[in-house]
């Protein structure tokens, strides 16, 4: 390796390293500022299937962010290490950003009132990208080389090697959002159009919208650049968008439970909002929100409803204790 190689080589992987620490800013930030609500609405109450996606989704970040940061620190040759630590993050990564996904997934199967076509669609489609992400992960993960630190001063994990076959792995990650961004937006746009502009409503249907086109710019900006970048340049936002896609899943679950609870639509007992969404006017039922049905699938349908509550825009919130 010439001397102008060593230095852009030297180079990228301290760039690497930035990306990586100011993740691990990003997601150390993230959990201080939202401890509060997280015991309030996770650690409180019964636990159910939303809330271990929730605390997976969350704390399986904490590892891998943990493992990141001990290979830009251990001695530079260390590099046999470095390979089963990156493996270990590369099968951490798939399952995190599955099980994030799959947060809102369920989210969009209940703003379409829990449709029986689209939960089959979403039961093939989720396991079909994520198997095909499992692959794709597994070829990667075998193409990446590390080797000794070529300076001695260098700590940290060097990689020599790295296919781009990973740009793969984002483009189905790119194709879910996608998928789910559409499948949200419909209700969304029928919903604003028939009056719903409570902040119950813009809730569910803003935050879900936003949040898929930020995730939707992260993978399209990392494809950007395991395309065109330097091979070990291939990582260098796989890391920022782990914790970002953890942190936008993580505050749609926080930011529900927190809305309920300030309209005093929350099952304190159970800890977990429950609601359904009507036209006032016309009487039809609305997609409904993400309810403690449809997350636990506890609903014991033969309690009375309360009397509804009117909102802003001609809607109605039933709350289902």
Request: charged share 15%.
């Amino acid at each position: 390796m010439d001397a102008d190689s060593l230095a852009s080589s030297v180079r990228n992987a301290r760039l690497v390293s930035y990306f990586n620490v100011a993740s691990a800013c990003i997601m150390v930030y993230d959990i201080l500022i939202t401890l509060g609500e997280e015991y309030r609405s996770i650690w409180t109450g019964r636990m159910g299937i939303m809330k271990i996606l929730y605390l997976f989704a969350r704390y399986s970040t904490v590892f891998e962010v943990g493992v990141v940061l001990w290979e830009q620190a251990v001695p530079g040759d260390w590099y046999r290490g470095c390979k089963i630590s990156f493996d270990i993050n590369v099968w951490l990564f798939v399952i995190g950003l599955g099980f994030g996904e799959m947060i809102m997934s369920m989210r969009t199967w209940a703003v379409w009132k829990r449709s029986k076509k689209l939960g089959i669609f979403l039961l093939i489609f989720w396991p079909v990208c994520w198997i095909a992400g499992f692959v794709i992960a597994g070829l990667f993960a075998k193409t990446v080389k590390f080797d000794p630190s070529p300076m001695s001063q260098f700590k940290g994990c060097f990689v020599t090697e790295a296919s781009p076959i990973l740009f793969i792995a984002f483009v189905i990650l790119l194709l879910y959002d996608t998928v789910n961004l559409v499948l949200i937006s419909i209700p969304a746009y029928n919903t604003y159009r028939r009056g719903g502009t409570s902040q119950l409503v813009r809730s569910v249907y803003t935050d879900g919208i936003v949040y898929y086109v930020y995730l939707f710019a992260l993978s399209a900006l990392n494809i950007i650049v395991i395309v065109k970048m330097p091979t070990d340049l291939v990582t260098l936002l796989s890391m920022m968008e782990r914790v970002l896609h953890a942190v936008l899943t993580c505050r749609v679950v926080l930011h529900m439970h927190n809305v309920a609870r300030q309209g005093h639509l929350f099952n304190s007992e159970e800890g977990a909002p429950s609601y359904q969404l009507r036209n006032v006017s016309g009487g039809k039922n609305l997609p409904a929100v993400p309810s403690k049905s449809t997350y636990e699938s506890t609903l014991d349908s033969s309690r009375d409803l309360p009397k509804p509550q009117t909102h802003s825009g001609g809607m109605e919130i039933i709350v289902l204790k």
